[in-house]
Protein backbone atom coordinates (compact mmCIF):
# COMPACT_ATOMS: atom_id res chain seq x y z
CA UNK A 1 0.00 0.00 0.00
CA UNK A 2 0.98 3.95 -0.58
CA UNK A 3 2.60 5.59 2.31
CA UNK A 4 0.45 8.85 2.24
CA UNK A 5 1.29 11.42 4.99
CA UNK A 6 -0.33 14.74 5.23
CA UNK A 7 1.53 18.18 5.47
CA UNK A 8 0.05 19.63 8.88
CA UNK A 9 0.74 23.74 7.92
CA UNK A 10 2.13 24.26 10.59
CA UNK A 11 -1.09 23.77 12.42
CA UNK A 12 -1.24 19.82 13.61
CA UNK A 13 -4.46 20.35 15.75
CA UNK A 14 -6.36 20.69 12.21
CA UNK A 15 -4.60 17.69 10.45
CA UNK A 16 -3.80 14.99 13.49
CA UNK A 17 -7.39 14.30 13.67
CA UNK A 18 -7.45 13.42 9.96
CA UNK A 19 -4.16 11.30 10.20
CA UNK A 20 -5.92 9.13 12.79
CA UNK A 21 -9.47 8.79 10.84
CA UNK A 22 -7.63 7.44 7.73
CA UNK A 23 -4.76 6.00 9.05
CA UNK A 24 -2.07 8.49 7.76
CA UNK A 25 1.08 9.45 8.45
CA UNK A 26 2.26 12.97 9.00
CA UNK A 27 4.62 16.14 7.68
CA UNK A 28 5.95 18.35 10.63
CA UNK A 29 5.85 21.51 9.38
CA UNK A 30 5.76 23.23 12.83
CA UNK A 31 9.84 24.06 12.80
CA UNK A 32 10.20 25.40 8.72
CA UNK A 33 10.44 29.06 10.36
CA UNK A 34 13.88 29.51 11.75
CA UNK A 35 12.89 31.96 14.24
CA UNK A 36 11.20 28.57 16.10
CA UNK A 37 14.67 27.63 17.42
CA UNK A 38 14.21 29.39 20.49
CA UNK A 39 11.30 27.68 21.69
CA UNK A 40 12.34 24.41 20.22
CA UNK A 41 12.12 22.16 23.07
CA UNK A 42 8.24 22.93 23.94
CA UNK A 43 7.42 22.64 20.43
CA UNK A 44 9.04 19.22 20.26
CA UNK A 45 7.10 18.27 23.39
CA UNK A 46 3.93 19.89 22.12
CA UNK A 47 4.04 17.45 18.73
CA UNK A 48 5.11 14.43 21.06
CA UNK A 49 2.26 14.63 22.96
CA UNK A 50 -0.02 15.40 19.70
CA UNK A 51 1.50 12.21 17.74
CA UNK A 52 1.34 9.45 19.96
CA UNK A 53 0.31 6.46 18.20
CA UNK A 54 1.09 8.24 14.75
CA UNK A 55 4.57 6.45 13.78
CA UNK A 56 4.71 7.50 9.76
CA UNK A 57 6.16 10.95 10.37
CA UNK A 58 8.54 13.42 8.56
CA UNK A 59 10.16 17.00 8.63
CA UNK A 60 10.13 19.95 6.53
CA UNK A 61 13.18 21.63 7.80
CA UNK A 62 13.84 25.89 7.81
CA UNK A 63 14.09 27.20 4.38
CA UNK A 64 13.79 30.95 4.43
CA UNK A 65 16.75 32.71 2.83
CA UNK A 66 19.05 29.46 2.30
CA UNK A 67 21.01 28.82 0.48
CA UNK A 68 23.50 25.49 0.18
CA UNK A 69 25.71 25.72 -2.27
CA UNK A 70 26.35 29.53 -2.17
CA UNK A 71 29.49 30.99 -3.13
CA UNK A 72 29.38 32.75 0.11
CA UNK A 73 30.98 30.95 2.98
CA UNK A 74 28.99 32.31 5.77
CA UNK A 75 25.56 31.72 3.99
CA UNK A 76 26.76 27.98 3.66
CA UNK A 77 27.15 28.10 7.34
CA UNK A 78 24.19 29.70 7.69
CA UNK A 79 22.56 26.74 5.71
CA UNK A 80 23.89 23.82 7.93
CA UNK A 81 22.86 25.54 11.17
CA UNK A 82 19.16 25.36 10.22
CA UNK A 83 19.67 21.83 8.41
CA UNK A 84 21.60 20.57 11.05
CA UNK A 85 18.61 21.75 13.61
CA UNK A 86 16.39 20.33 11.43
CA UNK A 87 17.68 16.67 11.69
CA UNK A 88 17.84 17.41 15.36
CA UNK A 89 14.29 17.72 15.30
CA UNK A 90 13.41 15.48 13.01
CA UNK A 91 16.01 12.89 15.15
CA UNK A 92 13.27 14.49 18.53
CA UNK A 93 10.61 12.71 16.70
CA UNK A 94 11.58 9.96 15.38
CA UNK A 95 11.17 10.98 12.37
CA UNK A 96 11.85 8.67 8.85
CA UNK A 97 13.05 12.14 6.81
CA UNK A 98 13.85 15.89 6.57
CA UNK A 99 12.50 18.22 3.47
CA UNK A 100 15.16 20.90 2.92
CA UNK A 101 15.35 23.38 0.19
CA UNK A 102 18.79 23.90 -2.00
CA UNK A 103 17.91 27.69 -2.62
CA UNK A 104 19.17 27.33 -6.26
CA UNK A 105 17.77 30.27 -8.00
CA UNK A 106 17.86 30.38 -12.08
CA UNK A 107 20.34 32.06 -13.79
CA UNK A 108 22.56 32.95 -10.37
CA UNK A 109 25.06 30.23 -10.86
CA UNK A 110 26.01 27.53 -13.74
CA UNK A 111 24.79 24.24 -12.80
CA UNK A 112 28.54 22.68 -12.92
CA UNK A 113 29.66 25.02 -10.42
CA UNK A 114 26.71 24.31 -8.16
CA UNK A 115 26.80 20.64 -7.65
CA UNK A 116 30.75 21.36 -7.54
CA UNK A 117 29.74 23.35 -4.02
CA UNK A 118 26.78 21.13 -3.16
CA UNK A 119 29.04 17.76 -3.25
CA UNK A 120 31.70 18.21 0.09
CA UNK A 121 28.34 20.34 1.25
CA UNK A 122 26.81 16.88 2.07
CA UNK A 123 29.62 15.17 2.43
CA UNK A 124 30.24 17.13 5.13
CA UNK A 125 26.82 16.60 6.98
CA UNK A 126 26.26 12.99 6.10
CA UNK A 127 29.51 12.21 7.81
CA UNK A 128 28.57 14.50 10.93
CA UNK A 129 25.09 12.95 11.15
CA UNK A 130 25.82 8.76 10.44
CA UNK A 131 21.63 7.83 11.26
CA UNK A 132 19.24 6.53 8.97
CA UNK A 133 17.12 9.66 8.80
CA UNK A 134 16.86 10.60 4.81
CA UNK A 135 17.46 14.42 3.54
CA UNK A 136 15.23 15.38 0.40
CA UNK A 137 15.95 18.40 -1.54
CA UNK A 138 12.62 19.92 -2.57
CA UNK A 139 12.62 22.24 -6.15
CA UNK A 140 11.29 25.54 -5.62
CA UNK A 141 12.02 28.37 -8.23
CA UNK A 142 14.40 25.41 -10.24
CA UNK A 143 13.34 25.32 -14.17
CA UNK A 144 14.65 22.03 -14.46
CA UNK A 145 16.17 18.69 -12.11
CA UNK A 146 19.65 19.63 -13.19
CA UNK A 147 21.18 20.77 -10.16
CA UNK A 148 19.22 17.93 -8.29
CA UNK A 149 20.18 15.16 -10.36
CA UNK A 150 23.86 16.24 -10.36
CA UNK A 151 23.93 16.42 -6.65
CA UNK A 152 22.26 13.04 -5.79
CA UNK A 153 24.35 11.33 -8.79
CA UNK A 154 27.28 13.57 -7.66
CA UNK A 155 27.33 12.46 -4.24
CA UNK A 156 26.07 9.23 -4.23
CA UNK A 157 24.75 8.48 -0.55
CA UNK A 158 21.30 6.61 -0.85
CA UNK A 159 19.78 8.50 2.56
CA UNK A 160 19.77 12.16 0.13
CA UNK A 161 17.28 11.95 -2.43
CA UNK A 162 14.57 14.19 -3.98
CA UNK A 163 11.38 15.31 -2.35
CA UNK A 164 9.65 16.61 -6.06
CA UNK A 165 6.65 18.97 -5.29
CA UNK A 166 4.26 18.68 -8.49
CA UNK A 167 2.65 22.07 -7.67
CA UNK A 168 6.19 24.27 -8.01
CA UNK A 169 7.38 22.05 -10.81
CA UNK A 170 3.94 22.68 -12.53
CA UNK A 171 3.96 26.74 -12.14
CA UNK A 172 7.78 27.32 -11.88
CA UNK A 173 8.78 25.69 -14.73
CA UNK A 174 7.77 24.98 -18.74
CA UNK A 175 8.74 20.97 -18.92
CA UNK A 176 5.33 18.95 -18.09
CA UNK A 177 5.57 17.42 -14.48
CA UNK A 178 5.58 14.25 -15.82
CA UNK A 179 8.73 15.03 -17.41
CA UNK A 180 10.71 15.76 -14.01
CA UNK A 181 9.30 12.59 -12.86
CA UNK A 182 10.82 10.47 -15.93
CA UNK A 183 13.80 12.62 -15.72
CA UNK A 184 13.98 11.72 -11.81
CA UNK A 185 13.19 8.20 -11.75
CA UNK A 186 13.93 6.77 -8.34
CA UNK A 187 15.98 9.88 -7.20
CA UNK A 188 12.46 10.45 -5.88
CA UNK A 189 12.12 9.44 -2.06
CA UNK A 190 9.18 11.82 -1.20
CA UNK A 191 6.08 13.94 -3.41
CA UNK A 192 4.54 16.69 -2.23
CA UNK A 193 1.45 16.48 -3.90
CA UNK A 194 -1.02 19.50 -4.46
CA UNK A 195 -2.77 21.76 -7.40
CA UNK A 196 -2.69 25.10 -8.76
CA UNK A 197 -3.45 26.77 -12.36
CA UNK A 198 -0.12 26.98 -13.81
CA UNK A 199 0.21 30.96 -12.63
CA UNK A 200 1.77 30.95 -9.46
CA UNK A 201 2.07 28.52 -5.85
CA UNK A 202 -1.66 28.51 -4.80
CA UNK A 203 -1.16 25.08 -2.72
CA UNK A 204 -4.81 23.89 -3.60
CA UNK A 205 -6.65 20.74 -3.15
CA UNK A 206 -6.31 17.64 -5.50
CA UNK A 207 -10.29 18.34 -6.44
CA UNK A 208 -9.36 21.41 -8.96
CA UNK A 209 -6.67 23.05 -10.45
CA UNK A 210 -4.59 21.89 -14.20
CA UNK A 211 -2.20 19.41 -13.02
CA UNK A 212 -3.11 16.19 -14.76
CA UNK A 213 -2.85 13.99 -11.74
CA UNK A 214 -4.18 10.68 -13.41
CA UNK A 215 -0.81 11.05 -15.53
CA UNK A 216 0.88 12.18 -12.59
CA UNK A 217 0.20 9.99 -9.86
CA UNK A 218 0.78 7.00 -12.73
CA UNK A 219 4.34 8.33 -13.87
CA UNK A 220 4.69 8.70 -9.93
CA UNK A 221 3.85 4.83 -9.44
CA UNK A 222 6.01 3.96 -12.11
CA UNK A 223 9.27 5.66 -12.19
CA UNK A 224 9.50 5.95 -8.15
CA UNK A 225 7.36 3.76 -6.87
CA UNK A 226 8.51 3.80 -3.45
CA UNK A 227 8.32 6.89 -3.22
CA UNK A 228 5.87 8.48 0.21
CA UNK A 229 3.20 10.92 -1.01
CA UNK A 230 2.31 14.15 0.99
CA UNK A 231 -0.33 15.90 0.76
CA UNK A 232 0.21 19.68 0.59
CA UNK A 233 -2.86 22.05 0.01
CA UNK A 234 -4.55 23.92 2.97
CA UNK A 235 -5.86 22.23 5.85
CA UNK A 236 -9.73 23.41 5.13
CA UNK A 237 -9.42 21.43 1.85
CA UNK A 238 -7.48 18.47 3.22
CA UNK A 239 -10.44 16.09 3.66
CA UNK A 240 -11.96 16.59 0.13
CA UNK A 241 -8.13 15.60 -1.20
CA UNK A 242 -8.30 12.56 1.19
CA UNK A 243 -11.57 11.56 -0.74
CA UNK A 244 -9.59 11.98 -4.26
CA UNK A 245 -7.50 9.48 -3.20
CA UNK A 246 -9.46 6.82 -1.66
CA UNK A 247 -11.60 7.25 -4.86
CA UNK A 248 -8.42 6.86 -6.83
CA UNK A 249 -7.57 3.54 -4.93
CA UNK A 250 -4.59 4.76 -3.38
CA UNK A 251 -5.96 5.29 0.24
CA UNK A 252 -8.53 2.99 1.87
Not at 27 to 33: A, D, K, L, T, V
Request: with cysteine; hydrophobic share 40%.
Amino acid sequence: MKSIVLCDNAEPEKVVPLCREYGLGIEIQGFYNPNTEDGAQDLTEKYQKMLDGIDERHLHAPFWDLCLASKTKMIRDVTRHYFDYGYQMAAALNCRSVTVHQGFVPGTSYVSGWVKRAIPFWEEFFNEHPGHIEMNMENLCEKNAETLIGTVDGLGVVRLGVNLDIGHAHCMSDLEVTDWIEQLGGRIHYAHLHQNDGTKDKHWGLAKGTIPLDEVLGALNQYAPNAVWALECAPDDMQESIEFLVAKGFVR
